[in-house]
């Protein structure tokens, strides 16, 4: 079964200071992650994926996050915070099951942007 | 203007009541979903369809209803069954089933439902 971790329910930080939004997860195959913005009462908008390809993913807005197997994480991370970057972010697994792709969902990371 | 809309973006509705939210999707995609968001709570999947008149139950399929009757359209009913409806609810699409674990959900702006 697979599962998502994120460490941090809040982040704050200072605009123009780097971000990290750090994500473990645990997966029986070759998983394909992702990463999703939510801003407040809209959906979900894809910020990146990783798919066996390059463990560097670089996405939009620039973020970008960095698959390490080792470490079963998939952080994700931007040099300068934007204001506009403040809403929940989700990291998300996805598994090729019988039934079709399975996507688990962590439980989110609320970033604040502060002046 | 491609993409997923949901309507209505809010909704209200009296205890005992049956409910149905709408999802309407012009990318030509095969597969559709329906997940409910709780505060605090990743998505959790309700319903899933990969093809038209198929759909499989998901993790908390209890209370709700589906139907795939055609291929832009996957309508959800909230049914006087389902203990705490009140909630987020998303609808999402992808290319076609199961093309591979990289498949990629585009997401709707979301219903709020709320039981009074």
């Known amino acids: 079964a697979q599962s998502v971790t994120q460490l941090d329910s809040h982040v704050s930080v200072s605009e123009g200071t780097p971000v990290l939004l750090r994500c473990n997860y645990s997966?029986?195959?070759?998983?394909?992650l992702f990463w999703y913005v939510q801003h407040p009462n809209k959906g979900l908008q894809l910020l990146l994926k990783?798919?066996?390809?390059?463990?560097l993913v670089k996405g939009i807005n620039g973020f970008e996050a960095e698959f390490k197997k080792s470490e079963t994480s998939f952080h994700l991370t931007k040099p300068s915070a934007h204001m506009s970057d403040a809403a929940e972010y989700f990291c998300?697994?996805?598994?090729?099951?019988?039934?079709?792709?399975?996507?688990?969902f962590g439980t989110g990371t609320q970033l604040k942007v502060e002046l | 203007d491609g993409g997923i809309t949901q309507s209505p973006k809010y909704l209200f509705r009296k205890e005992g009541q049956n409910v149905t939210l709408s999802c309407e999707q012009n990318l030509n995609h095969d597969a559709m979903y329906w997940y409910r968001q709780d505060p605090g709570q990743g998505l959790r999947l309700i319903y899933y369809?990969?093809?038209?008149?198929?759909?499989q139950k998901g993790d908390i399929a209890e209370g709700y209803s589906v139907s795939r009757e055609k291929k832009e359209s996957f309508p959800l009913t909230v049914t006087s069954a389902q203990k705490n409806p009140t909630a987020f609810y998303l609808c999402?699409?992808?290319?076609?089933?199961?093309?591979?674990?990289?498949?990629?959900?585009?997401f709707g702006p979301g219903t709020r439902l709320t039981v009074l």
């Open positions: 997966s029986s195959y070759s998983p394909s």
């Open positions: 998300v697994v996805s598994e090729l099951t019988g039934g079709g792709n399975k996507l688990t």
């Open positions: 369809s990969q093809i038209v008149n198929d759909f």
């Open positions: 990783y798919t066996s390809a390059a463990t």
């Open positions: 999402a699409s992808s290319v076609s089933p199961p093309a591979g674990v990289s498949d990629t959900q585009y």
